[in-house]
């Protein structure tokens, strides 16, 4: 028996009430992403609200691309970097990363490290919208597409070969062009992990798996569960 397919969430329901409970919630708060990513810099939005009624996902993914920025500028310091990473990657140490010379390039050859760089795929320009590393001046416009884009709208006049409506990675890769912005992939992307902050952790499944299995006799399914959710409490922490 395997918790897969269509019918998991049934089966999930049926054996693991209070782990189905918390698995099929969609939700999370300011606490738990706070918990999760180890900072208290966090905002929520709801996109159920009216406001983004009718939007497509690439509008709303460039607001919040748009919105992360200016709360980090807000902070009121300088950085020399600015980071932006969709928030559910998991970046692993990668040795082939090199911050410095990162940096130093940034500085003097007006270039995002991104994780897939500028490139023209098909009839189309596009640069990748999953991570960007740039200074203070190029991460503006890599993160003010929302903005540039609300613009044009509003003025009813674009750039040349900008159409009104978003596209995944060719808006982007056009306006961060226009700016004189060049990129290039960074290795740190070569290896990376996804998390999802609407899941409960390892620990959590663990302490639910052991509450709803604890009026019955375990079956094997119950103990292969048990045991890799320990098996990778124990890796985590060796």
Not at 193 to 215: F, G, Y
Request: charged share 30%; glycine share 4%.
């Amino acid at each position: 028996m395997l918790l897969s397919g269509s019918d998991a969430p049934a089966l999930l329901q049926q054996r693991y009430p209070r782990l189905a409970a918390a698995v099929l919630s969609s939700e999370v708060d300011e606490r738990r992403l706070s918990e999760l990513y180890g900072t208290s810099f966090v905002r929520l939005e709801n996109d159920n609200a009216e406001i983004f009624a009718g939007w497509k996902n690439v509008w709303k993914m460039h607001y919040k691309i748009d919105r992360a920025h200016r709360f980090a500028l807000e902070d009121g310091r300088d950085f020399d970097l600015i980071v932006r990473v969709r928030p559910d990657i998991d970046l692993l140490e990668h040795r082939e990363t090199d911050w410095q010379e990162i940096w130093y390039r940034c500085q003097h050859e007006r270039k995002i490290f991104a994780d897939r760089a500028l490139s023209f795929v098909y009839d189309k320009i596009e640069l990748g919208d999953q991570c960007a590393v740039g200074t203070r001046d190029a991460m503006d416009v890599y993160c003010g597409i929302y903005s540039e884009m609300t613009a044009f709208r509003l003025q009813n006049r674009y750039p040349y070969g900008v159409v009104p409506d978003l596209h995944n990675h060719e808006q982007l890769g056009l306006l961060t062009l226009y700016r004189g912005i060049l990129s290039e992939q960074l290795p740190l992307l070569r290896n990376t992990l996804l998390r999802d902050p609407t899941l409960p952790s390892v620990e959590e499944i663990l302490a639910l798996l052991e509450k709803d299995t604890a009026d019955r006799a375990l079956d094997g399914l119950d103990q292969q569960f048990i045991e890799c959710c320990r098996r990778t409490l124990a890796e985590r922490s060796a």
